[in-house]
C-alpha cells in the first residue's frame, strides 16, 4: 500500500517542490484516491489560472474568472463582480484588478497555517504524541492568551503551546463531527486584522483570520475561503 502524503508534501506538491522521487511518490497515491486527487487538481487549475490572469490578453473564460477570485478575500470577489462585468474582462485587466486588491494578511497568519500543517503531520507519526486536554482557563492564567469557548461538539485533538518573537502562541487542534479537521491559533499579538474575520486561500488551505483587543487569531482548514469565514464568524460570536 503507498503511503499517504503529509499535508506538507501536498503542500509542497502544488508549489512544485517536491524532488522527482516524493512527487512520482505523491502522484501514485493521487491516482488511486481520486477524491484528494480532485481537490489537488482544483488547487494547481487555480495557480494555472492566476498565471493566466496576468500573461494573457484574451478574453477570459467565466470558470477561471472563479478560479482565481477563490484565492482572494470575500470582500475583494464582490468587488471583482462589480467593478468589471465577467463577460467584458480580460486576462490582463483582471491581473490590474487584483493588483489594487488590499495586500496580504498580517505576518501572524502564515505562522498559523505553518502551525496547523505541522500539527495534521504530527496526528499522523506514532512517535508524536498528540496533547488533546484543553483548559482554556489554565491557559489564560498561564499565557495571557484568551480563547472562545468551543462548540461541544468539537472534539479537541491537540494542544500546542509555542514562543514566537513576540509572545507565546497557542495551536488548538480540532476535528468537526462532520469529521472537518480544523485549528484555531491565537496569539497576544496586536495586529492590523479586521475585528471581524476575513478569509483566504493559502495553498491546500483556507485561512480566517481576525482580532478582538490586542488578542488575534486564526482559523485554518481544508474548506473553501467563504465556509472557513462563516465558521469563524461563528466562533467570534462564542464570547457574547
Known amino acids: 500500500m503507498l ?20 512527487r512520482f511518490a505523491v502522484e501514485s497515491y493521487l491516482s488511486e484516491n ?3 486527487a480532485a481537490r489537488v487538481m482544483g488547487e494547481l487549475g487555480t495557480r494555472t489560472a492566476l498565471r493566466l490572469l ?10 477561471m474568472v472563479g478560479k482565481a477570485a477563490a484565492l482572494q478575500r470575500r470582500p475583494a470577489r464582490a468587488f ?41 503531520m504530527r496526528a499522523h507519526m506514532a512517535s508524536q504524541v498528540e496533547a488533546p486536554t484543553f483548559d482554556a482557563g ?19 485533538t491537540d494542544v ?6 513576540k509572545a507565546p502562541a497557542l495551536l488548538v487542534a480540532v476535528k468537526t463531527p462532520e469529521g472537518r479537521s480544523m485549528s484555531i491559533f491565537a496569539t497576544r499579538e496586536a495586529s492590523d486584522a479586521p ?11 483556507s485561512v480566517a483570520y481576525w482580532r478582538r483587543g490586542d488578542m488575534s487569531y486564526a482559523l485554518t482548514g481544508d474548506a473553501d475561503p467563504i465556509a472557513m469565514d462563516d465558521t469563524a464568524e461563528a466562533l467570534a460570536r462564542y464570547w457574547s
Open 3 to 22: 503511503d499517504e502524503p503529509s499535508e506538507m508534501d501536498l503542500h509542497a506538491y502544488v508549489d512544485g517542490q517536491l524532488d522527482p522521487g516524493r
Open 34 to 36: 481520486p477524491p484528494l
Open 54 to 63: 496576468a500573461d494573457d490578453p484574451r478574453p477570459i473564460p467565466a470558470e
Open 80 to 120: 471583482l463582480r462589480k467593478a468589471v462585468p465577467a463577460g467584458a474582462l480580460s486576462l490582463a485587466a483582471a491581473a490590474s484588478a487584483f493588483l489594487l486588491l488590499p495586500g496580504r494578511p498580517p505576518a501572524y497568519v502564515d505562522m498559523a497555517v505553518a502551525s496547523h500543517r505541522v500539527a495534521m
Open 138 to 156: 489554565e491557559i489564560l492564567a498561564r499565557t495571557s492568551i484568551a480563547v472562545p469557548t468551543l462548540p461541544t461538539n468539537w472534539q479537541v
Open 160 to 165: 500546542q503551546v509555542f514562543p514566537t518573537d
Open 195 to 205: 475585528e471581524r474575520p476575513d478569509a483566504v486561500r493559502e495553498g491546500l488551505q
